[in-house]
């Protein structure tokens, strides 16, 4: 069971990136239709990208499986930031879903939209927002530098690029 409930690390950048832009279509189709039940489907996938990556999550397998092959070699990038990014696309999907149930449909459209804002930016830049947190984060020491070894070599390299 546990075995089931892991997230992958490294993560194909390519996959990540295709998950982001069929979430900003569920976004974009449940801003459109205002329909709360396109809420449920968004909510899950990113609850079950969290407990287990891509392994649940229909968004998850149509990009390891079918699209992101199609781009080319995986380019790898540390799995833990991306998790995190997740955790915050659930978190805000959620609270988009009780918030409609609750009578705040105007609170949900916006967290809505919040979420469609993050993954276009992963989607089409390839800028992590919440990923960007993790490192802030992980910079100040609220996330301990051992969550993500990775990390913190790609950001010393970055401050030498930068420095040097």
């Known amino acids: 069971m546990k075995k089931l409930l892991t997230f992958p690390n490294p993560v194909n950048e390519y996959a990540a990136r295709s998950v982001a832009g069929m979430v900003v279509l569920l976004c974009i189709a449940t801003l459109i239709f205002r329909s709360p039940w396109l809420?449920?489907?968004l909510a899950l996938g990113f609850v079950a990208r969290v407990a287990s990556g891509p392994r649940f999550s229909p968004f998850?397998?149509?990009?390891?499986?079918v699209i992101a092959p199609r781009l080319g070699p995986a380019k790898l990038v540390p799995g833990p930031p991306k998790r995190f990014a997740q955790t915050?696309?659930?978190t805000l999907s959620v609270g988009a879903l009780v918030a409609f149930y609750l009578g705040a449909p105007t609170v949900s459209w916006v967290l809505?939209?919040?979420?469609?804002?993050a993954a276009f930016l992963e989607s089409v830049f390839g800028f992590c927002l919440g990923c960007t947190i993790f490192g802030w984060l992980q910079g100040i020491g609220l996330i301990p530098v051992s969550?993500?070894?990775?990390c913190n070599d790609i950001r010393l390299r970055q401050k030498a690029a930068v420095a040097g």
Do not use: N
């Open 39 to 41: 809420l449920w489907p």
């Open 147 to 150: 969550v993500c070894e990775a």
């Open 60 to 65: 998850g397998q149509l990009a390891t499986k």
């Open 88 to 90: 915050i696309g659930a």
């Open 112 to 117: 809505v939209g919040l979420i469609t804002a």
